[in-house]
């Protein structure tokens, strides 16, 4: 009997014919909260919907509103076969070499004169190239400056389609990370790379450079100079067809058979020079191996 009873109230709180509710509640209540419920969330949509569209008015589409000011760029080097930052071949196999010339063609090629020529300006050079917008009028897309292929000569890959990696005369591209609204240099003092042995630990208490390995460097443009009127950078939307200058480092008679541990850097004016904590921060290092045997 317990068994029925229990079943029988069960029965009645899912369904009670005499005051007609179901699961405890009557139609007009189930309707009210139902009501309720719906204006609710369509309440809270509504909210979220209103909150996005102000926050939306507050966005540029050519400029990000809020942005972390990095103080010092990182910076790379191409070719870059992996994230070892190791440029390691042999001179007699032809394999080990011709992915870098291959990486470094494919690299440039959006710098060719031609291409160039079709896409960007022909600037003042040394001095800043300011494009500001005229109160809310925005003044975009904005234009960029011309770097030619050959402004890197002997690293241009035009004379020399090996980019003396076949000779043992490497070169290796730098390039500085693109930064909204960055002026590197004032005063007219353009930022310049320099590259020098690395100093690295061989011991708890022991560091070594490899300053005798290095021999000596060229580079291009002149100086290793970043030319002040590829700056500002405004921004991929704004700035489409930017071009970012490059420096290309050639080494002309570094050591063969060794290791050798490389780091350039930039030097300007206005930019601090990062520390070892962040070791990308304008600098890069990695390691040239030109092996010369015929085994």
């Known amino acids: 009997m317990a068994k029925d009873g229990e079943k029988g109230e069960w029965k009645e709180f899912i369904w009670n014919p005499r005051t007609r509710e179901f699961l405890g509640r009557t139609a007009s209540s189930w309707g009210l909260i139902i009501l309720f419920y719906i204006v609710f969330y369509i309440f809270l949509a509504g909210l979220f919907a209103l909150t996005m569209y102000v926050m939306l008015q507050t966005l540029d589409d050519h400029k990000p509103t809020w942005q972390d ?16 930052f190791e440029i390691v071949y042999n001179i007699h196999d032809t394999e080990s070499w011709d992915m870098y010339a291959q990486a470094l063609d494919k690299f440039l090629g959006p710098y060719n004169n031609s291409a160039q020529a079709q896409k960007n300006d022909e600037c003042v050079p040394d001095k800043h190239f300011l494009q500001e917008d005229s109160g809310d009028v925005k003044n975009n897309p904005k234009r960029s400056c011309q770097f030619n292929r050959t402004f890197l000569e002997e690293c241009s890959g035009i004379n020399d389609r090996y980019y003396g990696y076949h000779e043992g005369k490497p070169c290796i591209i730098i390039k500085l990370n693109r930064v909204i609204g960055m002026l590197p240099g004032k005063d007219g003092q353009a930022p310049f790379v320099t590259c020098g042995a690395k100093r690295y630990r061989v011991g708890k208490d022991e560091w070594r450079e490899d300053s005798e390995k290095i021999g000596e460097l060229m580079y291009f443009p002149p100086n290793g100079t970043f030319n002040l009127m590829y700056y500002p950078y405004y921004g991929k939307k704004a700035q489409v067809n930017y071009s970012q200058p490059l420096v290309a480092v050639k080494f002309l008679n570094v050591t063969t058979n060794q290791d050798v541990n490389i780091e350039c850097k930039i030097n300007a004016n206005n930019i601090p020079l990062g520390n070892e904590r962040d070791k990308f921060a304008g600098r890069v290092s990695f390691k040239l191996r030109i092996n010369t045997n015929t085994n």
């Open 69 to 84: 000011r990095l103080s010092t760029p990182g910076m790379v080097i191409r070719p870059k076969a992996d994230e070892t």
